[in-house]
Each structure stands twice: as C-alpha cells, then as structure tokens.
C-alpha cells in the first residue's frame, strides 16, 4: 500500500513540474516574441506615418491657392503720374525692312524747257504732323487749342470726382508734357467755393521738366477730392494771369447744395472777365470737357460756344473713358516691357 501511495504522489510530482516547465516555456516564448512584436508595431507605426506626411506635402504642392484680393473704395489712392524721360525705340517692321532692300529705279530724266515763262508752283501744303509740332499748341482730352503760349487748367476736384480724378491727373501729366519752353503753364483745382492753386501759380513757370515733375508731385501729395463744385473763384484766378487757353474740366460744373451757382451767374461772370475785344476775339480760350456725365444744363458747352473757339467743347463719356484709360494701361505695359 505504502508503495501505491508513493507511485501516487511522484506521479502528481512529475506532472506539477511538466505543468511548471510548460508554464515556463511559455514565458520565455513570450519574452521572445514581445519585443519582435513591439518592433514590428513601431516600424509599421513609422512608415505609416511617414507616407501619410508625403501624401499631405504632394497634395499641398499640386493645391492652387487663390489669391485675394481686396479694395477699399473710401480711401483711394493715386498713383503717380509717369513723365517718359527718353524717347521710345521704334523696331522697323518685316515690309520696311523688304522696301530699305528693294531696287532703287531710276527716276525720269529732266526734259530741258521749251519756254522760258516761269513755271508756277504749287503751294506748299501743312501736314497735320507740321501742326501738331508747332510749339505753341496744347491739347487737353480730345481739346485743343493753337498759339497757346500761356496755358492754365482748371479742373473739377470736388468729392463727385474720387473715382476718376487719377485717370485725370493721368492726361493731365500727358498734355503737360506736350508743352515746351517758351510755352508757361498753370494748374488750378476747384472744391466747394475755394480755388486750389499750384505753387508758383502767377508766375506761371515755364514747361520744363523739372517744374512739370514738381507740379505732378504737388498734385498727388496735396490734391484730395472732397466737397462740391464751384469754378467761378477758380476761373477768376485763372483769368487774373491772361492765359492764351484755359482747359476747364469738370463733371458738374454748377455744383448742388450750398456751393450751387446759377448758370446764368456763370456766364455773365465769364463775360464781364474775358469780354469780346475790338477785333471780335477773346484775349483767352476757355476749352471745355465735360467729364463722364452729360450736364442737362449745357453750361460747360455753353461756356465753349461763347469762349472756345475752334474744337472748343468734348464730352467724355464713361465708354469713351474706359477705352482712353485702357489704351494707357497697354501704353504703359509696352513700356514696362
């Protein structure tokens, strides 16, 4: 019995230790296999992470980003207004290049008189290029005006002119450059019932290139437009200095409001000032432009009627100016190329 009970109990011995040993087995696979599978999550974790970064950075690069673009119409700026300083390069064209190549022919032999009477020749014919070089002439938006060695413009600056005042000032530096010593030049704005001169305004300073950039300058520093509109202290300073032509551009030229001034008291303002001479002229031209909106009124072409003249009086309207300004803006692009 005591031999069965000892079979027993090493028996159940052995099979606890086979339990411990298998236990232990187990534990130590584990600790093998744990670290292994730790790695492999960390470098599966890693590479996921790294292709999921790549795909953002592609996907930023191939992404068209839209720019914005924001403008703030209550506080406009001007531009400056850009004077050429040297002339143009003129490349010929592919057909004067064929014409400088082309045989010259011989032209037709001179034929000896028959007669000695004097042969009449033609008169000498003007050019609209000899005409336009002379000078003494100005032109102003489509105006223009001849023997104009004193020229003063006279322009609107009341707050109705904040979005096209820069377009203004724009041609206004062009008709400036046109001029030439001996010719002078003034420049008068107009707002409310005040006159805004240009420094040096009686003198009148001759049209170099210095006193034309200054006067730019001084108009984009200084010139902000505001109120309402009314010429008549404008014009009377801009007579006071006897100018051979006066440009006068304005959108409404009366004005409205408090600053109104009657069309009737305009005119014969006007006239008391620059009144018909001895010899049936004005001492001064006064060319007109009304500017965008046509003035039911007509006083600005009534103003031309009696004192422009020849090519007295332009309208230029809101079509007419868009195409002027985008013809300047191409000007300005070739330019720049």
Known sequence: MSEALCD?????ALDDVETTLGELRREAKMRQTLPWLFSALVHGFVLLAGF???FLVIQDQDEVRP???R???EALTFAPVRLPTESLEVTPSASASL???APILPGPQPVEP????PVALASPVLTSQSITDRPDTASFFGVSGSDARRVVYCIDASGSMIRSLPMVLEHLGQSMDQLKPPQRFSVV???DNEAVPMPKFASMPLATLDHKRAVIRWMHQDIVPLGRSNPLRALELALSVNPDVIFLLSENITGAGPFEIEADRLLAALEDQNPIQS???RATAIKCIQFLEEDVLGVLRKIADAHGGPNGYNFVERDGAGRLQARQDGTDKEQGD
């Open 67 to 69: 720019v914005s673009v």
């Open 279 to 281: 010899d049936g002229t």
């Open 114 to 117: 028959t007669s000695t009477a």
């Open 52 to 54: 999921w970064m790549t």
């Open 8 to 12: 027993e109990t090493s028996t159940a």
């Open 189 to 191: 704005f107009f707002q």
């Open 71 to 73: 403008s703030d119409f």
């Open 99 to 101: 014409m400088s190549q």
